[in-house]
């Protein structure tokens, strides 16, 4: 899995790291110190308490468990507080911010680590994940850091790159529908051919299918052979206009010729 890391001077201690596999923790909770984090409910606030220290103390002695805990990759779906980041990288921890929730399944499947929702209980062990190993990759002006995981993963990532950002938005969505088409693929390993293939060759079986069995068909709708004959070019040229209708000869032809 690859992770955008904006900040390159964070990564200055990667050598640092012995251990294998490396302990990870993942915060699903902003711990930006922000009272508005902290969730719904009515917060009560004595005269003369320094909220803003007491979230700080807080966030602080989360950072005094996790160092405790020998954890070596410290990651945060949202804002991680500058102080206790500051803290975490004093104790040799690469710490991971704004990792957004589109990473948070990836990463809890690659790490087997169990997202931790608040910043106000100790943090069970069965939260905590493993990664084999940490590096720096390079692509372009990006630098990312991969995360290895420590067994046998389906986990990967693609990169796109391109110099327009248009077309590189256009190569995003092109890649997503390959996705999901692929997916869907996996899930029931069935497809159609495009471009009017399928309307072309369905509306060629349809005629022959009903030249051969015209005496049933009309025997069992009950109307005369003119009458099926009819319904059925009909519903044939439908077919075949949907495959004309896909502009490549004006219209006229049913089959692609450019690249052929």
Do not use: W
Request: with cysteine; net charge negative.
């Amino acid at each position: 899995l690859l992770v955008d890391m904006p900040d390159v001077f964070c990564l200055n201690n990667l050598e640092n790291l012995h251990s294998n596999p490396l302990r990870m923790v993942l915060f699903s909770a902003s711990l930006a110190g922000d009272l508005c984090e902290l969730g719904d409910g009515r917060i009560e606030v004595h005269p003369g308490v320094d909220t803003d220290s007491q979230i700080l103390d807080q966030l602080l002695e989360l950072g005094k468990q996790v160092a405790k805990d020998e954890v070596k990759l410290f990651v945060c779906q949202k804002v991680i507080h500058p102080v206790l980041q500051q803290y975490l990288r004093s104790h040799g921890i690469i710490v991971i911010e704004r990792l957004g929730i589109t990473l948070m399944e990836p990463l809890t499947q690659l790490a087997g680590a169990q997202p931790v929702a608040t910043l106000h209980t100790t943090i069970p062990a069965k939260a905590y994940g493993k990664v084999r190993d940490l590096s720096i990759r390079q692509f372009g002006s990006k630098t990312m850091l991969h995360l290895h995981p420590p067994g046998e993963s389906a986990i990967c990532t693609m990169i796109l790159c391109h110099r327009n950002e248009t077309m590189l938005s256009e190569l995003k969505v092109a890649s997503q529908k390959t996705e999901h088409v692929l997916r869907l693929t996996l899930r029931e390993p069935s497809a159609l051919l495009g471009g009017g293939c399928t309307e072309t060759h369905l509306a060629a079986h349809i005629r022959h299918k009903s030249m051969n069995e015209v005496t049933e068909a009309i025997s069992a709708l009950g109307c005369s052979q003119t009458e099926y004959l009819l319904g059925v070019e009909g519903f044939c040229r439908s077919l075949e206009s949907v495959a004309a209708a896909l502009e490549h000869d004006g219209g006229n032809s049913l089959i692609d010729l450019t690249h052929a």
